[in-house]
Nanobody, 123 residues
Framework: QVQLAESGGALVQPGGSLRLSCAASGYALDYYAIGWFRQAPGKEREGISCISSSGSITYYADSVKGRFTISRDNAKKTVYLQMVSLKPEDTAVYYC????????????????WGQGTQVTVSS
């Protein structure tokens, strides 16, 4: 059974950094694209980054471009989201999800989801 588990969320001050991890169990990630999404209270789930199965193609939403970096380590079955220059508007629950090979923009294109990890940016 495939399971994804996010970790690394925390309370951080504006301007701070965090690295989120998404670890897979029960399945190898080699042939899957991994997306990171976030959902703030009262808002729709937003796709913020994705990395293709090969790792050669990455996508970033305009809201995080230049501040967030996605990477993957297939041997460890883990995908990372390095976040710097965090802003209060980055506060949300962050989720990872995966789908075959290529990234897609819509959340309903992803079949497996983790439980999420809370990121709070506040002074």
């Amino acid at each position: 059974q495939v399971q994804l588990a996010e970790s690394g969320g925390a309370l951080v001050q504006p301007g701070g950094s965090l690295r989120l991890s998404c670890a897979a169990s029960g399945y190898a990630l080699d042939y899957y694209a991994i997306g990171w999404f976030r959902q703030a209270p009262g808002k729709e789930r937003e796709g913020i980054s994705c990395i293709s199965s090969s790792g050669s193609i990455t996508y970033y939403a305009d809201s995080v471009k230049g501040r967030f970096t996605i990477s993957r380590d297939n041997a460890k079955k883990t995908v990372y989201l390095q976040m710097v220059s965090l802003k209060p508007e980055d506060t949300a629950v962050y989720y990872c999800a995966f789908r075959p090979v290529v990234c897609k923009e819509r959340a309903d294109e992803y079949g497996y989801w983790g439980q999420g990890t809370q990121v709070t940016v506040s002074s």
